[in-house]
């Protein structure tokens, strides 16, 4: 086989996975977080960055301002988050509760189900190799900061330490880059 068509082939399975995979994470995070939308996300984001202001959390959901202000409205309004208001300007710090990190933690076990479902059946060699793989693709998706951000927005970060992540690796070196 050519390597366009390989290339071509590779992609269109890697698109479908990637679709799929999404899918059934985002109805399994849902159904536990109640309610569509970036709810299962923030809930997540905010337990493992309690520090994240509403700005900051923003860019992790993809989300404008206003759109971000009423997942934690909604939060805030079924007991899971408060505000904290940080010194005199308009900035806000989301807070989760302890039903609110209950929440979290249940989202992302069901997160973790999926994916373990997903790769039960492959042998150290094959998890090794896919591993190697999607590192590399996962530094392609993380051309900004904020674009690292929105793709680890339900990530584990016991299950990939900072340390570790291709992602937080990528943005490393973007703000090195940055700053030089």
Avoid: Y
């Amino acid at each position: 086989m050519h390597t366009a068509a390989m290339q071509a082939r590779a992609g269109n399975l890697v698109g479908a996975l990637a679709l799929g995979v999404a899918d059934r994470v985002q109805r399994e995070t849902e159904a536990v977080a109640g309610r569509s939308g970036g709810r299962a996300a923030a809930l997540a984001t905010l337990a493992q960055w309690p520090g994240d202001t509403i700005e900051e959390l923003r860019h992790s959901l993809g989300l404008s301002h206003s759109a971000t202000v009423r997942v934690i409205d909604g939060l805030v309004a079924d007991g899971l988050a408060e505000r904290e208001h940080l010194g005199g300007g308009p900035a806000v710090r989301p807070r989760l509760t302890s039903a609110g990190q209950a929440q979290a933690r249940r989202i992302l076990g069901a997160r973790r189900r999926v994916l373990r479902w997903l790769l039960g059946d492959l042998s150290g060699k094959e998890l090794t190799q896919l591993t190697a793989t999607v590192e590399r693709l996962l530094e392609r998706l993380t051309p900004d900061f904020n674009a690292g951000e929105l793709v680890c927005r339900l990530c584990d970060l016991e299950a990939c330490p900072q340390d570790r992540c291709p992602v937080e690796c990528m943005q490393r070196q973007l703000m090195t880059r940055a700053h030089a």
